[in-house]
């Protein structure tokens, strides 16, 4: 039996009753659950790139809403009786931030399809992610002037219509659908900006998404990805990184913009300053080199936080002393070592075989040099060794 779907022509609505027609008790990893099927619905099934509704029924959460066939399943944390009549509430807020969200992303594909020729090939929208993939390649120029203009198109309060065309007339009008669509086709339009096959609730005007905001975008599968958010979810993460702004500049006790030269002077000084400390720790490790007597073979050196720069060189200034295997290795046993070892008699390549053999060392070399790491303590190096 199809499940009505009220939430097709009544968005707004936020509650409803329906009939329970079936409910089977599901096990979703060690957590019970009540696979449930209503005579109709408000609430919005996972499809189309977008999340589920939340909501209630009769106190039971709904926690998922899929949809098969045309039938739509809640997935509830306790169960009713077949013929039983429920009272359905949806979580408001979320419907309406996922209607903000999906109605700007028409808006800012609309406005790429029309202004570019881009063609809408994937979208995602979840609790905290929204991205929409665009065939086309586009700069960032573009990007920021379809974003001005879909901001634009919110301010003029632009009726956004959902409708079933009379079938006979759909072959008349130029929509766009990622996919082809078997029955009925549901459009939504908005003026003289975007028409599209889509199955989703939307506003009622383009003024109720607010704001639209390009986070960011990146190249994708010879196309682009576009991450945005709107409305309700943009005021959100623009705070969140105000607030993030204000804490950096506070603790760096300068202004918002004097910010971008300060980060880029620490930046610089913490550069310096690494280099200054390896150069003190280079030094450390030669002279500690030099008080090995010459007539010892082997010398393995332990120590901390070498770079392997350092490591390498000291190697090179115990080979030139040194006849047997030559180790320099840097860590603790808790994290491991990175090692690099040399030698002028021995096979290093083999050695680090050995190692990753014994020790499941990762890394090698060749006959004279090899380097790597190991996640293993400094006595069973060692004894390996």
Not at 4 to 17: G, H, M, N, T, V
Not at 146 to 170: F, H, M, S, T
Not at 287 to 302: G, M
Request: negative net charge.
């Amino acid at each position: 039996m199809k499940t009505i779907p009220l939430y097709d022509r009544e968005p707004f609505a936020k509650e409803f009753s329906a009939r329970v027609i079936s409910c089977q008790e599901e096990l979703n990893g060690e957590k019970k659950l009540y696979k449930v099927v209503l005579d109709q619905t408000m609430f919005f099934p996972e499809q189309g790139g977008q999340s589920s509704d939340k909501g209630m029924l009769d106190g039971a959460t709904v926690l998922d809403v899929q949809i098969e066939e045309d039938v739509i399943y809640h997935y509830c944390s306790s169960g009713f009786l077949s013929g039983e009549v429920v009272h359905g509430e949806i979580d408001w807020d979320h419907r309406f931030n996922n209607m903000q969200q999906h109605t700007g992303e028409h808006i800012f594909t609309g406005l790429a399809h029309n202004i570019y020729g881009a063609e809408n090939v994937g979208f995602h929208l979840s609790d905290n992610t929204v991205t929409l993939d665009l065939n086309i390649e586009m700069t960032e120029d573009q990007v920021r002037e379809i974003e001005y203009k879909a901001n634009q198109v919110i301010a003029k309060d632009l009726q956004v219509k959902a409708y079933y065309p009379e079938p006979a007339l759909l072959p008349a009008i130029d929509y766009r659908s990622k996919k082809e669509i078997d029955g009925a086709v549901r459009l939504v339009e908005i003026e003289g900006i975007d028409i599209c096959a889509c199955c989703a609730p939307h506003v009622k005007t383009t003024g109720q998404v607010g704001l639209l905001k390009v986070v960011s975008w990146e190249k994708y599968k010879g196309g682009v990805r576009v991450y945005i958010l709107c409305g309700l979810r943009a005021l959100e993460d623009y705070n969140r990184r105000i607030s993030i702004l204000s804490s950096t500049y506070q603790t760096l006790n300068c202004t918002e913009d004097e910010l971008p030269n300060r980060v880029s002077g620490l930046l610089s000084d913490n550069k310096d300053l690494k280099y200054r400390i390896s150069e003190i720790k280079s030094k450390a490790l030669m002279e500690q080199i030099e008080k090995y007597p010459s007539e010892l073979n082997d010398v393995t050196i332990f120590t901390e936080d070498l770079d392997i720069k350092n490591m390498r060189d000291g190697v090179n200034a115990l080979m030139e002393n040194h006849s047997g295997l030559c180790a320099i290795l840097s860590g603790d046993d808790e994290s491991g070592y990175d090692f690099v070892i040399g030698s002028t008699s021995r096979d290093c390549g083999a050695i680090a075989a050995g190692l990753r053999e014994l020790l499941g060392a990762k890394g090698g070399g060749n006959k004279q040099m090899a380097q790597g790491n190991i996640n293993a303590t400094r006595s069973a190096i060692e004894n390996t060794l």
